[in-house]
């Protein structure tokens, strides 16, 4: 993800939801992963996470 390669983000945030991850860790995981990331790559991770709830 921090190389702006998300293609795979959905099937893996699904994944983390079934193992019984909740949407507020998730939001923790992602939001610590932003701050690597730069410019517009910061919104995709948290579209396919709002897609994913």
Do not use: D, R, Y
């Amino acid at each position: 993800m921090t190389g702006g390669n998300t293609e795979q983000l959905g099937f893996h945030l699904n994944k983390a939801k079934e193992n019984g991850l909740t949407e507020e860790e998730l939001v923790e995981v992602i939001t610590h992963l932003l701050s690597m990331l730069v410019g517009q790559k910061q919104c995709q991770p948290l579209w396919l996470l709002n897609n994913c709830f």
